[in-house]
């Protein structure tokens, strides 16, 4: 499980809210009473919701021929309106490179659909860009600009996220499955769910969320273990880790179960991305994980499950919650006992990095608007800090 935060700890603990647009398709302009006919391709790079398009777009007036080719930049906001349908709006500016010169300004927007929702970070998304405007100098200057563009590409939206949980990363990326409908009737315990208190759309996202996190963290476990059996760490942890592997699968089958039952089709995880990830690692490499996704993460986890448990009416949901509170718990503890091992065995480095994840984990300050999430990392950090002192015995 993973939930939104404002860090104040270094963000290369933490995934980064990076997001990318990939684009490009036919378009339509006009150029100061010129009409042209070719194509647009813009790249975008931003944060969250906010990119920073560079387009270049390049055709031919349909009279004369004559070719019209510009470079654009600006800025837009990606809002969503469901899971399928978004729209994205901002200012532009451009120049022109070939044809009438000048420079223009305006402003582009338009809807996107995503063709394969459930696909996960990444999507393919066709969209409509309108885009109106006027000439700010040269040849162009007090004339009308203006556009429409039909691209087809890629869109993967980040969020800055504190890890909560086991992550199973990938070059420093974290990786869940994607989305499937399975071949399997939702279980009869999932379907005696009460209603929501909220729109059931929400929460089936919500709890399918919580189910790719679950299950990606199976396999976290599994090459945890391998890493320690590498590193020669006691048995205890090993067995510890496979033992937890195993609380995963049982926490990703009950939440996609409920996810299934709030959604009204059966759904579960395609394949996991391919890894991509050292094969030998390090003592601090170990620990600087035990921290962010054992002793903190697995804490935020157990943490917001205890306190979601009782919150929640529903027995089934109750009963669930509660079931992964303690296991989380005893994750967490496992994170512990790993990083205790990693300081005996580490050296300096190894100190070291963990006293800087303790320190910036201990000091994260969380700006989610949900109340139980916020109690759940305030007091999961306040209590990491008083046993990172003890532990560290600073």
Excluded: N
Excluded at 50 to 77: H, I, K, M, N, R
Excluded at 333 to 351: D, I, K, N, P
């Amino acid at each position: 499980m993973r939930w939104s935060a404002g860090l104040i700890a270094p963000l290369a603990l933490f995934e980064l809210g990076c997001s990318s647009w990939l684009r490009a398709g036919p378009e339509v302009r006009a150029v100061d009473g010129r009409l042209a006919i070719g194509g647009k391709a813009t790249v975008e790079g931003g944060i969250e919701q906010l990119l920073f398009p560079l387009a270049l777009s390049a055709g031919a007036t349909s009279e004369e021929g004559q070719a019209v080719v510009s470079l654009e930049a600006g800025g837009e906001y990606l809002g969503s309106l469901d899971e399928r349908w978004g729209y994205v709006a901002g200012p532009r500016l451009g120049g022109m490179l070939a044809g009438p010169s000048g420079s223009f300004g305006g402003l582009s927007g338009g809807p996107f659909v995503s063709l394969d929702p459930e696909a996960g970070a990444a999507q393919t998304v066709l969209s409509l860009e309108l885009f109106a405007g006027t000439g700010l100098g040269g040849d162009i200057r007090g004339g009308f600009v203006g556009g429409a563009t039909l691209s087809l590409g890629t869109l993967q939206v980040g969020r800055f996220t504190v890890p909560s949980g086991r992550v199973l990363r990938s070059d420093g990326r974290a990786l869940t499955a994607r989305i499937v409908e399975v071949d399997a009737r939702v279980p009869s315990w999932a379907r005696a769910l009460s209603p929501p208190g909220r729109d059931r759309r929400e929460a089936g996202a919500q709890w399918l969320r919580q189910a790719l996190d679950e299950h990606a963290a199976i396999a976290a476990f599994v090459l945890l273990a391998r890493e320690l059996r590498q590193l020669r760490a006691p048995a205890s942890l090993v067995r510890g880790a496979l033992r937890a592997a195993a609380d995963e699968v049982r926490h990703a089958r009950a939440c996609f179960a409920i996810a299934s039952a709030y959604l009204d089709r059966p759904l579960g995880p395609g394949p996991l991305p391919s890894l991509r990830r050292h094969t030998e690692r390090k003592h601090e490499d170990v620990a600087r994980e035990a921290v962010t996704d054992g002793c903190f993460g697995e804490g935020v986890a157990a943490e917001l499950a205890r306190l979601r448990a009782a919150a929640t009416p529903d027995p089934v949901l109750h009963r669930v919650l509660g079931s992964i509170a303690r296991d989380e718990a005893r994750h967490a503890e496992l994170g512990w006992q790993t990083l205790a091992w990693c300081l005996r065995f580490g050296g300096s480095s190894t100190r070291a990095v963990a006293r800087h994840a303790l320190s910036s984990c201990a000091s994260i300050d969380t700006q989610s608007p949900d109340v139980l999430e916020r109690a759940a990392l305030d007091t999961t950090a306040r209590a990491l800090g008083e046993r990172a002192r003890a532990l560290l015995g600073s």
